[in-house]
């Protein structure tokens, strides 16, 4: 059985191939998750509650975006195992992925295979310990003014906030974003897309296809990279996922991991 075969049913997405194929929608959000603006975690003076409020607070906006990483990923699953059954609409959305996911290859079988690879989610306990680390509990500059929970850099002026910092040959700004929810989504996007973590994501698809999920304390050692601090840094974020408990909500279906006062009331 080929490798990827194997990794798509081990994900247990059997619905790939119907016609409808969930779609990607760059206006379908959570209300929820797009309209709650980023609280001011800094009036919180008691810590277990500053980080029970952070962590509520953004695992939503998790959910949200792997939900949609998961919907483009069934549309490539579906190229693989029942590329006669594509629409003409999920032909669209497959070229627009190759672009988002930096597939550079006009080979269609490197093709398939670079997105199965990229097109996956993130570990929720992963997200949220970079996301504190990041940006300090919610309370730093960039993300109370930038929505920045990550500390993403963009490169044209204007398209961030200046780093007090930043020296004088620098022309690097923090990125500024419309929503939290926007910034999560960029996150995720740059872990499954840049050449930087390659090996974050062949250590997932190692984690799925040994046991049905991606520990986000594995994936730590993918991220190289992330941090001139190096191996410190892979380390501290390590220690945030032991000490907060948070690969708990690795094992458990998206819907699981919302509090419970946010989870969708079951219909019929």
């Given amino acids: 059985m080929p ?15 119907r016609e409808d194929t969930p779609q990607p929608d760059n206006d379908v959000r959570s209300a929820s998750a797009q309209i709650q603006p980023l609280p001011d975690f800094s009036s919180y003076q ?6 029970n409020a952070f962590f509520s607070y953004l695992l939503p906006l998790i959910e949200e975006a792997n939900t ?16 006669d059954e ?5 032909r669209a959305t497959l070229q627009e992925l190759l672009i988002k996911y930096r597939v550079n290859t006009d080979d269609e079988d490197e093709q398939k295979a670079l997105l199965l690879l990229r097109v996956n989610t993130i570990p929720p306990s992963l997200v949220l310990a970079q996301a504190a680390n990041e940006s300090a509990w919610g309370t730093s500059r960039f993300a109370q003014e930038g929505n920045n929970l990550f500390g ?8 961030g906030l200046v780093p007090e910092a930043r ?13 939290p929810l926007e910034s999560v989504e960029s996150y995720m996007r740059n872990l499954n897309s840049h050449p930087r973590y390659r090996e ?40 945030m996922i032991e000490h907060n408990k948070l690969n708990r909500y690795d094992q458990q279906p998206l819907q699981e991991n919302l ?10």
Avoid: M
């Fill in 259 to 268: 509090p419970a006062e946010q989870q969708p009331v079951p219909r019929g």
């Fill in 86 to 90: 594509l629409t003409e609409r999920d």
């Fill in 200 to 239: 974050l994501r062949e250590l997932r698809e190692q984690e799925i296809e040994q046991r049905g999920y991606a520990s986000g304390e594995t994936l730590t050692e993918g991220l190289h990279g992330y941090s001139t601090r190096g191996q410190e840094y892979i380390d501290e974020i390590r220690n």
């Fill in 46 to 51: 008691n810590v277990k509650e500053k980080k």
């Fill in 167 to 179: 020296g004088g040959s620098s022309r690097h700004e923090v990125r500024a974003f419309e929503s």
């Fill in 68 to 83: 949609r990483v998961l919907a483009e990923r069934q549309i490539v699953e579906k190229w693989y195992l029942a590329p």
């Fill in 3 to 17: 490798k990827y075969l194997a990794f798509i049913i081990i994900l247990g997405l059997a619905g790939c191939c």
């Fill in 152 to 159: 993403q850099w963009c490169f044209r002026e204007g398209c």
